[in-house]
């Protein structure tokens, strides 16, 4: 498997092994007899952001020390038109979720943490997307 | 996306440069080992540049090594 395909992996797993984890908590939490407060939430979700950052970087390290030669070779035109199409698929997702929270925000409202963490999840869809995108243009081409 | 309507004779320019490998050839045009596969596969058109840069290595003209065809 190429090297930058592996990143795509460690990226996309990661992303969805920690974004899966915490709206599932989010999800049981809400639905408790007594769903906690606005800061518990936000306090979850930065715990949760700094999850993702620190194992990202720690898988990204122990790939690069697997494969020091490939870490080091820049990007060629083929991967960056890979990069360039997966973005571009991803920020039209971005786009679409965009518009239909903001519509079930100002139609629907509800409380203050669930906007919050609407707007979370459309951002987690959207690099799931894009980094799904670059593992389909590595694995079928571009 | 897999048939970009390019032809290549890159896999046979290499066996006849002795059996170089897509690593050298990829060294040679500074472009991954992956993508000269993805070339030769037909999963990838090349830039200008990189086609010029892979006929320059084997010492022939671009249309020797790079066909078009129209897709039917």
Sequence with gaps: MPFREKRAWISFLTIFIVGSTYFIYLFVLAHSDDPPGFYYMAHMALIAVFAFVLLDVLLHVVLYFMSPEDSRMPRDERELLIDFKATRIAFTVLVILSMIVAALIIHIGGADYLKGNMVIMMVVISQLVKHGMRIFYYRWGV | ?72
């Design chain 2, 1 to 72: 996306m897999t048939d970009c309507g390019i032809r290549n004779t890159i896999r046979q320019l290499r066996a006849d440069k002795g059996e170089m490998t897509q690593q050298e050839l990829g060294n040679a045009v500074q472009v991954t080992r992956q993508t000269i596969n993805a070339i030769e596969l037909g999963k990838y058109s090349p830039s200008l540049e990189v086609a010029f840069r892979i006929a320059e290595v084997f010492g022939k003209p671009l249309e020797e090594v790079f066909q078009y065809s129209k897709k039917a």
